[in-house]
Antibody
Framework: QVQLQQSGPGLVKPSQTLSLTCAIS??????????WNWIRQSPSRGLEWLGR?????????DYAVSVESRITIDPDTSKNQFSLHLKSVTPEDTAVYYC???????????WGQGTLVTVSS | AIRMTQSPSSFSASTGDRVTITCRAS??????LAWYQQKPGKAPKLLIY???TLQSGVPSRFSGSGSGTDFSLTISCLQSEDFATYYC?????????FGQGTKVEIK
């Protein structure tokens, strides 16, 4: 059974970097079949896919155009986890952030518990 | 990006009702369509993928149909635990995009 456990601060100041981590159990961040995603949800934007990291003999990343200049998703194979870093945040980045797995091109089947991140001074 | 439009945005129904939610894609997505259920304070839960394939453990009262641009999710006999918000998602190409959601409320 795959489980994803999120951690990170719930409050970030404007212009700073939002960082969240998703610890994986029951699968490997280096799996050749899985991809590891970050998705956020807010009343104004709904569910918004932000990006993903995945390993296919080497590491790849895909990012949403809306955040691609500010986002980094990186894996940590030693801890079997992956992280989201979103820099230069504004109040519009306030949302519930989820990590999620998709496998072999199928939609996201396992999700983290969600983290409400508020951007405010 | 492919735009996903659900209808209705919300409606009220009673336990035992048969309900249908529709989802339209702004371009053809073959059968690369998933449905999720979300309850307050929880992550979305995958119900259906490939437009009509039930995820393991999902009750058979849920069914999906459609291909191309028009899709539907049907709950044949609404149960109390089915009152939630439902989202469609296309995974035909990146960025994978979601509909705005349909909230099913108790009448």
């Amino acid at each position: 059974q795959v489980q994803l456990q999120q951690s990170g601060p719930g409050l970030v100041k404007p212009s700073q970097t939002l960082s969240l981590t998703c610890a994986i159990s029951g699968d490997s961040v280096s799996s050749n079949n899985a991809a590891w995603n970050w998705i956020r949800q807010s009343p104004s934007r709904g569910l918004e896919w932000l990006g993903r990291t995945y390993y296919r003999s080497k590491w790849y990343n895909d990012y949403a155009v809306s955040v691609e200049s500010r986002i980094t998703i990186d894996p940590d194979t030693s801890k079997n986890q992956f992280s989201l870093h979103l820099k230069s945040v504004t109040p519009e980045d306030t949302a519930v952030y989820y990590c999620a797995r998709d496998s072999s091109g199928w939609p996201q089947d396992y999700w983290g518990q969600g983290t409400l991140v508020t951007v405010s001074s | 990006a492919i735009r996903m439009t659900q209808s209705p945005s919300s409606f009220s129904a009673s336990t035992g009702d048969r309900v249908t939610i529709t989802c339209r894609a702004s371009q053809g997505i073959s059968s690369y369509l998933a449905w999720y259920q979300q309850k307050p304070g929880k992550a979305p839960k995958l119900l259906i993928y490939a437009a009509s394939t039930l995820q393991s453990g999902v009750p058979s009262r849920f069914s999906g149909s459609g291909s191309g641009t028009d899709f539907s999710l049907t709950i044949s006999c609404l149960q109390s635990e089915d009152f939630a918000t439902y989202y469609c998602q296309q995974y035909y190409n990146y960025p994978w995009t979601f509909g705005q959601g349909t909230k099913v409320e108790i009448k």
